[in-house]
């Protein structure tokens, strides 16, 4: 990237323990060609806010408890509106030491957290582009889910104006451009199509609003009257799209398939009873779990 094009950074702090090959290999699984870039020290994307658009890009400051955030020259003056979306895309604000010891409390996940300190909750930028992955990504594995959602970026994904290089960019699509598309011939299920679009007309409408201002637990009924979106997709876009602390899919099959339960994993009910005890730390008490079932 050529720096020689980006505004004044600026720094982000944060409370220790954060790792940044958490971030890395998040990213390196979910990476949507067009839209992110991703480099050993460095993850840039592109963004939309209302009519605006442009780039930012993030990187670990060595030695410190930091990160350099940068932006498009153009995007100068969303500086105020960015930086909290990165810091919560980035999990910079919340007290890990504090989280460890309420979830350090039972005994199986005082293991995982002493294995792996301080494991953060990575979050999405865009709650809609995060919302329709995991719609994607419903009884699919991560990998198909991304090739599905590169495709939809870039048949309807518009080209960013100002990329920070000469590489194009691409913009995540909007509402709009896929409730209008048939979405024909992208690798789905006819019924998750038409949950797609359903759901990308409900946003583009205003009949359906991305927000947790009234409560996740709003934000979940919600999702879930929509056709073909259930508990587990409407939590895991809460989680996702949204940090929310508390947010927890209790039929994710990684949860119910950690290591840690043994051969023959937990089922939901049974999960939902404990997890009660994690309250209201819950998404991270899911973060450890998948992390212990991605290293088996």
Not at 283 to 291: E, P, R
């Amino acid at each position: 990237m050529n720096e020689t094009l980006t505004s004044a950074p600026l720094r982000l702090a944060y409370r220790e323990p954060w790792s940044w090959r958490q971030f890395h290999d998040h990213f390196a699984l979910r990476r949507l060609a067009g839209v992110e870039r991703l480099e050993t020290q460095r993850y840039t994307r592109s963004f939309r806010l209302g009519a605006r658009s442009g780039w930012f890009s993030v990187r670990p400051l060595a030695g410190e408890a930091a990160l350099e955030l940068s932006l498009a020259p153009s995007c100068s003056d969303l500086v105020d509106v960015l930086t909290p979306r990165v810091r919560r895309m980035f999990d910079l604000d919340r007290d890990p030491a504090a989280i460890a010891a309420h979830l350090g409390r039972d005994p199986q996940l005082a293991a995982l957290l002493a294995r792996a300190p301080g494991l953060r909750l990575p979050a999405a930028f865009d709650p809609f582009e995060q919302a329709v992955r995991a719609i994607v990504g419903q009884q699919v594995a991560v990998k198909a889910a991304v090739t599905i959602t590169g495709r939809l970026v870039q048949r309807l994904g518009e080209p960013l104006a100002e990329p920070p290089d000469a590489e194009p960019m691409r913009l995540f699509p909007t509402p709009q451009a896929l409730a209008a598309d048939p979405l024909d011939n992208i690798g789905m299920p006819g019924k998750r199509v038409q949950t797609l679009r359903h759901f990308a007309e409900a946003v583009a409408s205003g009949e359906l609003e991305l927000s947790v201002s009234d409560g996740v637990e709003t934000l979940v009924e919600r999702l879930c009257a929509l056709p073909g979106i259930g508990p587990w997709t409407a939590e895991y876009i809460a989680l996702r799209a949204f940090g929310e602390a508390d947010a927890f899919p209790t039929a994710d099959l990684g949860l119910l398939k950690a290591p840690l339960w043994g051969a023959g994993g937990i089922d939901p009910r049974s999960l939902a009873a404990r997890a009660e005890a994690w309250r209201p730390w819950r998404a991270y008490a899911a973060v450890y779990l998948w992390h212990d079932y991605a290293s088996e």
